[in-house]
Structure formats: structure tokens, C-alpha cells
């Protein structure tokens, strides 16, 4: 039995075990500190990702391993960014949050019940504060301030849903609630566990950053250096959505939906007409995220076969994407060429393979044709259209939450392709190497994925069957 719930979490005690030499690591002085730092979290983080791939798990906990995996290639992607001040001279101290925060999102999608799953989101939430605040400057230092006050909000939203069913259900084991909803008749009727679950959900989906606390993750992408914000716009994301696929299996109610709807399409609206009026890339990048969520979020709350199917596509062509754009944001801030806007006017005749490629990046999150996200989209859109009635105004809506993002999403690129005479012939150059393969490999994954999608499709619906 021991050895069983050993083999279970390797990946976890892996990551573990590096946090624990990182440790050891940060004591030490030496010149090469920065180079052994990062190859130690580039080992554990390999090693973690191949014992998923190799591990034999059951047919219901294959979405787990999939996401996982998801997790560590993310880790593994931010690790990769060029490292520059502060991140390089502490970067024992970053790599120490950051495989922290890989080993909590890792473990909030293994847990199985209430409590565990808190413990872990608020470990979770420390580490990603602390990543937040990590380059000492007083703007980042306040942002993550509005996080970890948007987030005890969250929390205490959770804890009181939580309290809500222990007292209904006298357990905060998932399978547990589980099986006392399906006698539900015989004790208490459907609408007393839509409160307390109502209150979870807006827990989770605050700390997602949906709206009315959505405000924090447009200050924070504005002001923290885009190594973070790759981070935080991919890995705790999906580790909350493993906690909603886990949170909801009991309830796929009509109740849960039209709540998760009507919070995921005022997100939408909210980051689109917000991006309308934003310069400011990386601020574009959060009106984006707002909108690429919500997808997640309403096809998470239908909770069918095909929705949660759609559910984890959506996850990888999302990831796959988002690192790319924010590896292409991070040559463009290195550059001996942008503004406090990032006003990249003409970058494109100086740097046309540089600029295609980040311009797929950016139409995928669109959802333009031939992309992992176009297909991401219709997919979606198709897995919620069959989910019920409820389905054709959220899809309406949606839809044209996706219209209004296109002007902002254009706003980003036409600046690109924008002649500039001043610098037209002048040299662009960037320090930071490592980013521009990350944005190649994405882009190429992101076409890849839009021109055949099949072979991914049926691996997430042969996943959500076993579900």
C-alpha cells in the first residue's frame, strides 16, 4: 500500500527532492551557482515529466497525468527564459518558488478532498506572491499585494462553501459528497447544495481572476517582468482547472452552468472592452487571458463528457501558445527598440521571421484560421452547443465577446507592419536568445495542432471517457 502511494507521486517527490538541493545550493557562494541552480530544476523537472509519461495510472486519473505534464513543460519553458539582474544574481531563490509552485499546482490537481486542496491552493498562492513581489521593486511589490488580498477574499469564499457542505454532507472527501448528492432525494433537495457550491466556485474563480477581482491581473501584467508572467498566466491556471474538473463532478447541474456562465461572459466583455482602450502589450496579454478563460470556464461548468474533453484541448493549445506570445513580448521588451508601450512601430521590416512568428502566436489566441486556437475555439463552442438549451445565448455571447477582441488583438500586430521611416533600415537587436527558440517551437506547435488537430482530439476524449 505504502509502496503503491510512493510510486503515485514520484514526479511530486522528485520536484521535491530539487527544491531541497536548490536549498542546499542557495548557501553556497560559488560563480557557478547560477548555472548548477538551473540545471538541477531543468533535471528534476525532465525527470518528473518522463515519470509521467512512463507511469501506469488507472483510466479515471489519466486527465491528471496529462495535466501534470502540462504543468512541468511550462516549468520547464519559464526555467528556459533568458535570465537577466535580478533573476540571474537570485536565480537559486527563483527557481526555489518556482519548482514550489510546480509541486503545489501538482498536488492541488492529485487531491481528494476540500481540505487538501486548500492547503495546497494557498501554498500555491504564497509561492506565486512571492514570484510576484520577486524583483524588490516597489510597483511589483504593490501589485502582489492586490493579489494576496484578492486571493484571501477567494479563500474565505471557499472555506465558507466548504463549511456550508461538511454540515450537509458530514464529509469533505470528493467521493464521499459524491455519493450523498446521489441519494440527495431521500435527504435534502438539489437547491441546498447550490449555495455552498455557489460559494466555491467563486473562491476558485476569483483566484483565476475572474470578475468583479479581476482588476489586480491587469496591474500585475503591466508591471512584473514577463519571466513571471509566463509563469502565472499558465501554471496556476491550469492547476485550477484541475481542482474545477474535480470540484464539479458531482454537481452538473443547470444551476452550476448558468452561474459559471454568466461569470465567465462578463469576464469576457470586461477584458475586451478593457483591451479596447489599453496600449500596453502585456496589459493586452491580460485582456487576452480574460478572454481565453472564460472558454475554459463555461465549457468547465456544462461538465459533459465532450465539454471536459474540450476542457483539456483547449488547456494544451492555450499553454502552447501563451508561452510562445510571452517568449516573443520578452525579445521585443529586450530589444534596443520599444517604448514604455511597447509601440513596436516597423519591427517587422527588420525582423520578419521574428514577427510571423509571434504574429501566429498572437492571431491563435485570436482563434484565426489554421491555429491550434481557431480549432481550440470551434472545438469548444461545438462541446457547448450540445450541452443543453442554456448553450445558445452563453454561445452568442461568447461569440461576440471574440469580435470585440479582435480589435485589440489587431492592435498588437498593426504597429508591427506599420512603415516607419525613422527605423527602417536600422538594426534591431535583442539579448535575450533562449526566448526567441521558445516562441519558434510554439509557433510551430500552434500550426502543427491547426492543421491536424485529430490526433489530440481523441486523445482528450478518449481521457473525459473514463471521467
Not at 167 to 174: P, R, T, Y
Not at 180 to 194: F, G, K, L, Q, W
Not at 266 to 279: M, R
Request: glycine share 6%.
Amino acid at each position: 500500500m505504502i509502496i503503491d502511494t510512493i510510486q503515485n507521486y514520484i514526479p511530486e517527490i522528485v520536484i521535491g527532492f530539487s527544491i531541497i538541493l536548490e536549498v542546499i545550493l542557495s548557501f553556497s557562494k560559488e560563480k557557478l551557482t547560477y548555472t548548477i541552480s538551473n540545471a538541477i530544476a531543468f533535471i528534476g523537472l525532465v525527470c518528473a515529466t518522463y515519470s509521467l509519461i512512463d507511469a501506469t495510472v488507472l483510466p479515471s486519473e489519466l486527465y491528471m497525468s496529462l495535466l501534470k505534464i502540462l504543468i512541468c513543460v511550462s516549468g520547464l519553458c519559464v526555467l528556459f527564459f533568458d535570465s537577466k539582474g535580478i533573476f540571474k544574481a537570485r536565480s537559486t531563490t527563483f527557481n526555489i518558488f518556482l519548482l514550489s509552485a510546480i509541486l503545489f499546482s501538482m498536488l492541488i490537481i492529485s487531491s481528494n478532498d476540500f481540505l487538501s486542496l486548500y492547503v495546497n491552493i494557498e501554498l500555491l498562492s504564497i509561492a506565486t506572491y512571492f514570484l510576484l513581489a520577486f524583483d524588490r521593486k516597489a510597483t511589483t511589490v504593490k501589485e502582489s499585494l492586490k493579489y494576496l488580498v484578492t486571493n484571501l477574499v477567494a479563500s474565505a469564499l471557499y472555506l465558507i462553501g466548504v463549511a456550508f457542505i461538511y454540515g450537509l454532507s458530514g464529509s469533505i472527501d470528493f467521493n464521499g459528497i459524491s455519493s450523498r448528492i446521489n441519494n440527495i432525494h431521500s435527504d435534502y433537495t438539489i437547491s441546498t447544495y447550490i449555495i455552498p457550491y455557489t460559494f466555491i466556485i467563486s473562491g476558485l474563480a476569483f483566484k483565476l481572476g475572474v470578475f468583479p477581482l479581476a482588476n489586480w491581473m491587469i496591474d500585475v501584467f503591466k508591471r512584473v517582468n514577463v519571466k513571471v508572467l509566463a509563469y502565472n498566466s499558465t501554471i496556476p491556471k491550469i492547476a485550477i482547472f484541475g481542482a474545477f474538473i474535480k470540484v464539479l463532478s458531482p454537481v452538473s447541474w443547470f444551476e452550476i452552468a448558468l452561474i459559471m456562465s454568466i461569470l465567465g461572459l462578463v469576464t469576457a466583455f470586461w477584458g475586451g472592452f478593457y483591451g479596447i482602450k489599453e496600449n500596453n502589450i502585456k496589459a493586452l496579454m491580460g485582456c487576452s487571458s480574460y478572454i481565453n478563460m472564460s472558454f475554459i470556464f463555461i465549457a468547465a461548468g456544462f461538465y459533459t463528457k465532450l465539454t471536459i474533453a474540450n476542457v483539456l484541448f483547449y488547456l494544451v493549445a492555450y499553454t502552447i501558445t501563451n508561452l510562445g506570445a510571452w517568449a516573443g513580448i520578452s525579445v521585443l521588451e529586450n530589444s534596443n527598440y520599444h517604448d514604455e508601450n511597447f509601440n513596436f512601430q516597423g519591427y517587422f521590416y527588420n525582423n520578419q521571421f521574428f514577427t510571423i512568428n509571434f504574429s501566429v502566436c498572437i492571431i491563435a489566441l485570436l482563434g484565426f484560421p489554421v491555429t491550434s486556437g481557431f480549432i481550440a475555439k470551434i472545438y469548444t463552442i461545438s462541446g457547448i452547443l450540445n450541452s443543453g438549451i442554456l448553450a445558445i445565448p452563453v454561445l452568442f455571447f461568447l461569440i461576440f465577446s471574440m469580435i470585440i477582441g479582435v480589435v485589440f488583438y489587431l492592435n498588437i500586430l498593426r504597429k508591427m507592419f506599420r512603415n516607419n521611416p525613422v527605423t527602417r533600415n536600422e538594426v534591431i537587436e535583442t539579448s535575450v536568445k533562449n526566448n526567441k527558440i521558445i516562441l519558434y517551437l510554439s509557433s510551430a506547435f500552434t500550426i502543427i495542432i491547426g492543421l491536424a488537430p485529430a490526433w489530440l482530439i481523441k486523445m482528450c476524449e478518449s481521457i473525459s471517457l473514463y471521467m
